[in-house]
C-alpha cells in the first residue's frame, strides 16, 4: 500500500490514511471492552456446548456497546477531524462505519486462535490484506484518491464480517445471549484496557502528535520508514505471539513449565537470529529502500526513521515474549499498571521533543518507553519463569551480523552493485557465518520446528 498510496495521493494523502487505520486501532480495543484479548485465554479450556453460548452472549454484548458508538461518530465527526484530520470529516465517517464491521471481524478472529485454528487464521489474514490492497489499488489508481482506499477497507472487512458470522454460527450455533456469561470475560478483558491504551500511546500516539504539531504531510514522512523498520521483527514477533499465548496456556494449565520454558526461551533467540542482521541492514539501506517504496521526497525526510525502528523491533522481540510470562501467570494488572506508566512516558516524551527535533523526537521516545516497559517485565516474569538467557549465542548472532555489515558496506563504497542484489549476499553472508561458528543448532532447530509446525 505504501508505495502506492505515497505516489498517488502524496504525503499528507497517505498521513490521514495512516491517522484512519491509527484511530481504528486504537478505538477497537477499547470498545470491545477486552474482550478478545480474554477469549484466547479462556475459550481453550472449555468444551464446545460452553463456548457456544458464551459467543452468542459476548457477540450481543459487543452490539451494545459498539452501535451506539458508531451511530455518534458517524453523526458528529467535526471535531475529531479539525483536530487531526486536516477538517476531512468524511474520513472520520469512513472511521466510524469501519469501526463496526472490524470490530467484530477482530472478535471473531480471536475464536479461531483460541481453537489453534492457525492455519484457517492465517488464510484469512492473508485473502483480507490482499483483497484490501488489489481493491484500494484499483479504485485509487481509477481515480478515488483517498476515499476509494478507505471504502475498498469498508467493502472488504464488511466481507470478511458476513463470511465469519456465517461460520462461527454454523460452527457453533446460535444461543439466547446472557450478560452473566460475559462476567468471567469481563473481569479478564477489563483489566487489559488500560494496558491497550497504554500500547497504543507507546506504538501509535505519535502520529496523532506529529499531525498536531507538524501537520499531516510529516505523518506522511514519518510512517513508511517506520513500517520498513518494524517490518520483519514485528512481524515475527507477533507470528510467535499469536501462536504461543494459546498453546502455552494449555500447556501451563496443565503443569507442563518445564516445556514452556523451553519454548520461550529458543523463540526468543531465533527471533534475535533474524533480527540483529536486520537492524544491520536498515543501518546500510534505510534511504535506498523507502526512496523504493515511496517517493525521494519521503525518503530524504524520513528515511532514518527505519534504523530506530529496526532497533526498536529488537526490544519489541523481548518485550512480547516476556508480556507471555505475565499473561500466563494472569499478571494483568501489573502488565496494565507498567504499560500505562511508559504511556506516559512515551506521550510527555512527545510533548516535548516533536516541537523541538520534529519527526526524530517521535521515535526517540517510543524507544525509551519501549525499553523502560521491557525491563519491567523482565525483572517481574523472571520470578515465574526464568528463562536462564545464555549470552554467547547472541554473541555468535552479533558476530556473524558485523561480518556481513562489514562485507555489504565495503562492497556498496567500491562497485556499482544494486543494493537489491546485495541483501540476498549479505543473507548468504549472515546464515553461512551463523552455521560454521554453530550460531545454530539442529537439535534447538528440530525442537522449535516440531513445536511450531502443529500450530
Not at 378 to 401: E, G
Request: charged share 15%.
Amino acid at each position: 500500500m505504501i508505495p502506492i498510496l505515497t505516489r498517488t495521493l502524496g504525503a499528507s494523502g497517505y498521513g490521514l490514511w495512516v491517522q484512519a487505520r491509527v484511530t481504528i486501532s486504537v478505538v477497537v480495543p477499547i470498545i470491545l471492552l477486552g474482550l478478545d484479548s480474554a477469549v484466547p485465554r479462556i475459550f481453550p479450556s472449555k468444551g464446545t456446548e460452553d463456548v457456544g453460548k458464551d459467543f452468542s452472549s459476548l457477540v450481543f454484548l459487543t452490539i451494545l456497546i459498539i452501535l451506539p458508538f458508531s451511530i455518534a461518530l458517524f453523526t458528529f465527526p467535526s471535531f475529531l477531524a479539525d483536530l487531526f484530520f486536516d477538517g476531512e470529516q468524511f474520513v472520520v465517517r469512513f472511521v466510524a462505519l469501519t469501526l463496526i464491521v472490524w470490530s467484530f471481524d477482530k472478535l471473531f478472529m480471536r475464536v479461531y486462535r483460541a481453537f489453534r485454528e492457525m492455519k484457517t487464521y492465517a488464510i484469512v489474514r492473508v485473502i483480507t490484506r490482499y483483497a484490501e490492497l488489489f481493491l484500494a489499488s484499483f479504485l485509487v489508481i481509477a481515480g478515488y484518491g483517498l476515499f476509494g482506499a478507505l471504502a475498498a477497507v469498508l467493502i472488504i472487512r464488511t466481507v470478511l464480517f458476513l463470511v465469519l458470522t456465517a461460520n462461527l454460527s454454523r460452527r457453533l450455533g446460535i444461543h439466547v445471549p446472557k450478560l452473566s456469561r460475559t462476567r468471567e470475560y469481563l473481569n479478564y478483558g477489563i483489566p487489559t484496557i488500560p494496558s491497550g491504551i497504554s500500547y497504543w500511546v507507546m506504538s501509535s500516539s505519535d502520529r496523532y502528535l506529529i499531525a498536531f504539531f507538524l501537520g499531516t504531510a510529516f505523518v506522511g514522512y514519518y510512517s513508511p520508514a517506520y513500517q520498513i523498520g518494524k517490518a520483519l521483527p514485528f512481524m515475527m514477533a507477533e507470528a510467535v505471539y499469536i501462536v504461543l499465548k494459546p498453546t502455552l496456556s494449555k500447556y501451563y494449565d496443565e503443569g507442563e513449565t518445564k516445556r514452556v520454558k523451553s519454548v520461550l526461551k529458543l523463540s526468543l533467540k531465533y527471533l534475535i537470529v533474524f533480527s540483529i542482521p536486520y537492524l544491520f541492514g536498515a543501518l546500510l539501506f534505510h534511504r535506498e529502500i523507502t526512496a523504493l517504496i515511496s517517493t525521494p521526497e519521503i525518503a530524504r525526510k524520513g528515511s532514518s526513521i527505519a534504523i530506530y525502528t529496526a532497533l526498536l523491533g529488537i526490544i519489541y522481540i523481548f518485550y512480547k515474549i516476556y508480556n507471555i510470562v505475565l499473561i500466563l501467570e494472569k499478571k494483568m494488572k501489573t502488565v496494565g499498571t507498567v504499560k500505562t506508566t511508559a504511556a506516559f512516558l512515551n506521550f510527555g516524551g512527545n510533548l516535548i521533543l516533536i516541537p523541538y527535533i520534529g519527526i526524530l523526537g517521535a521515535i526517540m521516545t517510543t524507544l525509551i518507553s519501549y525499553s523502560f516497559t521491557t525491563i519491567i517485565y523482565f525483572a517481574v516474569a523472571n520470578k515465574y519463569i526464568d528463562l536462564n538467557i545464555q549470552l554467547r549465542p547472541y554473541f555468535k548472532i552479533l558476530l556473524s551480523s558485523v561480518l556481513m555489515f562489514s562485507t555489504l558496506l565495503a562492497l556498496s563504497h567500491f562497485t556499482t552493485v544494486s543494493f537489491l542484489l546485495l541483501i540476498p549476499l549479505g543473507a548468504a553472508i549472515y546464515f553461512g557465518a551463523m552455521f560454521a561458528i554453530q550460531g545454530i543448532k539442529k537439535e534447538e532447530y528440530d525442537f522449535i520446528m516440531k513445536t511450531y509446525r502443529k500450530k
